[in-house]
């Protein structure tokens, strides 16, 4: 994906959504805009999600929305970000955008950031003054870490840079300012000739990748550290968590020392963007056998099965998009639709609110 200097980046892949969610309405790719003295811009304050709408053969299907949404609110809460969205309008939103994307598999991505009020603006780090703008834009995402990544695994590194303390900037919002955290993991990593840097926590134990949560097969074990250790509480991770039970594989959250790392038998990244990608070098010493290992390719095996709707899921894991239109009629929240002019149908009854609460969830 990119050049071994990192500098070159990969533009060749995204097919993009021509239309953007933007607080209710559907308004054109370019007219999603802000102005550059918005507080996001200066001060890093908008929190985002990631998500993944899969191909099958029942059409487009959007992976573990509910719970991304719910991690999307929680992110929101914890910087007090008082807007009003319900868990159902941003489902809603998200599906009918995949909808009119005429995309079969895309990228999702749902931001709530601190705007400018430009008719009385406000210039300082208090964010209160300044309004929010929620917007949910799509396009088509290749492999993330490279499209032989997959199979042949990558090359990674441990970063110099430390992951986030808990009591600095919280690594379980999902808030853009974390992302400064991570380019930095990252670039170190591009321009060392690495696809992707490990960042330690504070204490010195593995925490994360940039973009990734990590996992450590070790005599037949599956281990991944703990929320703790200043990670994301990655959707994939609980994905993993929860196919592995489904495998009869013991899987355990432990707090992992670097070492650990080097003599592993297997590693791997889980992630929406790097989806499940093994990891074949840390620091240039060769992981087990130095390819994808068994473990990894059989927890890989049952998660893309899972994605393509082919193999049933451990819980509710996949809104079809085609299903939930037909099922739903006028599912879409009540948006409006500056696009074309045209008022979407009226709004469903609410759902109940899903909290993002399994396995891998907000404390440990
Ligand atoms: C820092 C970080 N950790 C972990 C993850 C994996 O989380 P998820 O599986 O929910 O995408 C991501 C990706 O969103 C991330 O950016």
Not at 319 to 344: C, R
């Amino acid at each position: 994906m990119f050049s071994k200097d990192g500098k070159a980046k990969d533009i060749a892949t995204p097919r993009i959504c021509d239309v953007v969610w933007h607080d209710g309405e559907f308004i054109k790719w370019d007219d999603a805009r802000v102005h550059v003295m918005s507080h996001v811009l200066h001060y890093g304050s908008s929190i985002f999600e990631g998500i993944r709408c899969y191909a099958t053969k029942r059409g487009p299907a959007i992976f573990r929305l509910k719970e991304h949404m719910q991690r999307f609110l929680n992110s929101a809460k914890i910087y007090r970000m008082d807007h009003t969205w319900k868990l159902d309008q941003l489902t809603a939103a998200s599906v009918e955008l995949v909808e009119r994307s005429g995309l079969d598999q895309c990228y999702i991505r749902p931001i709530l950031f601190r705007s400018l009020d430009e008719a009385r603006p406000a210039f300082g780090v208090n964010p209160f003054p300044n309004p929010l703008a929620c917007y949910i834009g799509a396009w088509d995402w290749g492999k993330y870490l490279g499209d032989e990544a997959i199979e042949k695994g990558v090359d990674v590194c441990v970063s110099t840079w430390n992951r986030l303390t808990p009591n600095s900037m919280p690594a379980m919002a999902k808030s853009g300012a974390n992302y400064m955290n991570s380019q930095l993991i990252k670039m170190e990593a591009l321009v060392n000739g690495f696809a992707e840097g490990i960042a330690l926590d504070d204490r010195g134990y593995v925490s994360e990748g940039s973009g990734e949560n990590i996992f450590m097969v070790s005599n037949g074990m599956v281990l991944t550290p703990p929320l703790s250790s200043s990670i994301l509480a990655g959707i994939t991770r609980d994905s993993v968590i929860q196919i592995c039970h489904e495998l009869g594989i013991t899987v355990k959250e432990r707090s992992i020392q670097r070492a650990a790392l080097y003599v592993a038998d297997e590693l791997f990244f889980s992630g929406t963007a790097a989806e499940i990608t093994p990891i074949r070098s840390v620091d240039r010493i060769t992981v087990g056998a130095g390819g994808r290992g068994e473990m990894t390719e059989k927890i890989q095996k049952a998660f893309f099965e899972i994605t393509k709707g082919e193999r049933k899921a451990p819980g509710d894991w996949l809104t079809y998009v085609n299903a939930t239109k037909k099922s739903q009629p006028g599912n879409n929240g009540n948006q409006s639709d500056k696009t074309s002019g045209v008022s979407a149908p009226a709004k469903s009854a609410e759902e109940p609110v899903l909290k993002y609460q399994t396995a891998a969830s907000i404390t440990d």
